[in-house]
């Protein structure tokens, strides 16, 4: 219930930041029962990730990318599902962002999709086929 609220404010611009971080704190913490996890990894709570991701306003970008990362570095899991329903792709369309700390953030975020990714292989060729696109 709780992690559905959070995951529903992911919505709400002026709560937006504040929810992914709360996110990932009770990820973290979140050792032995792996609510959250189970929580996270359900088809709404993911496509809600990547729509958030995805449509994230300019203005708050930069200020995601941190909580955004602590969320598939602490599960592999909840990483290979974001990364095979669409995050990939957009990790790469914002790698042209002025901020460098941005930048070293998505770089991160890929690194982490990639060594958890199930076919490494063909995320590389599908990372090639879009940057040449861009």
């Known amino acids: 219930m709780v992690d559905w609220m959070r995951t529903s404010l992911l919505d709400d611009e002026l709560w937006s930041v504040t929810a992914l971080d709360s996110l990932a704190v009770c990820l973290v913490h979140d050792n032995d029962s792996r609510k959250v996890e189970q929580a996270l990894l359900k088809k709404e709570a993911i496509q809600k990730l990547v729509r958030f991701f995805q449509c994230c306003p300019e203005q708050?970008?930069?200020?995601?990318?941190?909580?955004?990362?602590?969320?598939?570095?602490?599960s592999s899991r909840i990483n290979t599902t974001l990364a095979v329903?669409?995050?990939?792709?957009?990790?790469?369309?914002?790698l042209d962002h002025q901020d460098a700390i941005a930048r070293l953030n998505l770089l991160k975020l890929i690194k982490s999709v990639y060594e958890h990714h199930p076919r490494p292989k063909q995320l590389i060729v599908a990372i090639y086929r879009i940057s040449y696109r861009i």
Not at 85 to 94: A, E, K, Q, V
Request: aromatic fraction near 8%; hydrophobic fraction near 45%.
């Open 85 to 94: 329903n669409g995050l990939t792709p957009l990790l790469i369309s914002r």
């Open 60 to 74: 708050h970008f930069v200020h995601i990318l941190e909580p955004f990362l602590k969320i598939p570095t602490k």
